[in-house]
T-cell receptor, first 114, second 115 residues
Framework: DGGITQSPKYLFRKEGQNVTLSCEQN?????MYWYRQDPGQGLRLIYYSQIVNDFQKGDIAEGYSVSREKKESFPLTVTSAQKNPTAFYLC?????????????FGPGTRLTVL | AQKITQTQPGMFVQEKEAVTLDCTYDTSDPSYGLFWYKQPSSGEMIFLIYQGSYDQQNATEGRYSLNFQKARKSANLVISASQLGDSAMYFC????????????FGTGTSLTVIP
């Protein structure tokens, strides 16, 4: 079945540690995205990538980094520079430049920094 | 700049009744698409319905319909015959042809269906 996988579902880290969230898709989509969602809030864009080896900052990129070495994979690293990293992180993908096509989302990762 | 506004933080509806969730948008892009997503408490985002800016008719998908009023820049979601399983957060989103692949989301509306 085609889709997006994120792992792990729950992640706990100590303050000051970097942590990497995994996102893999087998939909053959060119564009991939990372969003952050805080309790009771909407989605805020962290980074997005339209093609391998290229990515753009979203609205809240500070304290995060990404890579896009393969079309299928778009990992997100939450660095120690991120002041308040505890949140729900959603990865998504879509077809490139096709307005009618929706974003497909992964199941999300809940990150808790202790 | 693109902006999506959902002014209803929370809504209640009686089971089997219809409910309308409001969404207004602002864009300078002449061509765009509007989307609605459902997010249950599990956190997954479920795509519900799509409306293109040049579509002449309002989109429908089963119990979901989109009341699209282009001149007013509104794209309200109508859920008919509400079910208990409809209780969730609902997000309106937009994607413009000229703004590439970036999607813009509203802050969401929490819908509670009362038995």
């Amino acid at each position: 079945d085609g889709g997006i996988t994120q792992s792990p579902k729950y992640l706990f880290r100590k303050e000051g540690q970097n942590v990497t969230l995994s996102c893999e898709q087998n939909l053959n989509h060119d564009a991939m995205y990372w969003y952050r969602q805080d309790p009771g809030q909407g989605l805020r864009l962290i980074y997005y990538s339209q093609i391998v080896n290229d990515f753009q900052k979203g609205d809240i990129a500070e304290g995060y980094s990404v890579s896009r070495e393969k079309k299928e994979s778009f990992p997100l690293t939450v660095t120690s520079a991120q002041k308040n990293p505890t949140a729900f992180y959603l990865c998504a993908s879509s077809i490139l430049l096709a307005g009618v096509d929706e974003q497909f989302f992964g199941p999300g990762t809940r990150l808790t920094v202790l | 700049a693109q902006k999506i506004t959902q002014t209803q933080p929370g809504m209640f509806v009686q089971e089997k009744e219809a409910v309308t969730l409001d969404c207004t948008y602002d864009t300078s892009d002449p061509s765009y698409g509007l989307f609605w997503y459902k997010q249950p408490s599990s956190g997954e985002m479920i795509f519900l319905i799509y409306q293109g800016s040049y579509d002449q008719q309002n989109a429908t998908e089963g119990r979901y319909s989109l009341n699209f009023q282009k001149a007013r820049k509104s794209a309200n979601l109508v859920i008919s015959a509400s079910q208990l399983g409809d209780s969730a957060m609902y997000f309106c989103a937009m994607r413009g042809w000229n703004t590439g692949n970036q999607f813009y989301f509203g802050t969401g509306t929490s819908l509670t269906v009362i038995p």
